[in-house]
């Protein structure tokens, strides 16, 4: 009984892991579709969760990073707020640096774009 009250456990949690991946994949591809539909408030949004549900999605980190170098800040920010989304930022940084699948010219590129976003969050503090 106890075997296969583990067994049924496991594969709950395998349905669970495979709900996210999927749920995070939708909002990535999402994101991706409004930011080239010119909706960078929605994609952002939508990137955010996305990032929540599987945060090592690099296409998905590309686009919080692109999207917050080139939007303007929300002037009413609170610290915890300001704190959060720097975290998430240098998260998706590292990530995208650390995959093996973007070329060194989109690298230093998603740099540049990170170095921007940085900048924004140390005129806000």
């Known amino acids: 009984i106890l075997m296969l009250s583990q067994i049924k456990m ?11 991946l999927e749920e995070g994949k939708q909002l990535s591809e999402k994101a991706l579709l409004q930011r080239k539909n010119n909706d960078a408030n929605r994609a952002i949004k939508n990137a ?18 692109e999207l917050a170098a080139l939007s303007t800040p929300p ?15 240098k998260s998706c ?24 976003a940085m900048s924004k969050f140390e005129v806000q503090t």
């Open 93 to 116: 940084h590292w990530i995208y640096e650390n995959d093996n699948r973007p070329n060194t010219e989109e690298k230093r590129h998603n740099h540049e774009l990170f170095e921007l």
């Open 75 to 89: 002037p009413s920010q609170s610290a915890i707020d300001i704190h959060k989304n720097e975290s998430i930022l």
């Open 48 to 65: 955010y969760k996305a990032f929540y549900r599987v945060p090592f999605h690099y296409n998905n980190c590309k686009v919080i990073i």
């Open 10 to 20: 496991l594969d709950g949690v395998q349905k669970e892991i495979q709900q996210r």
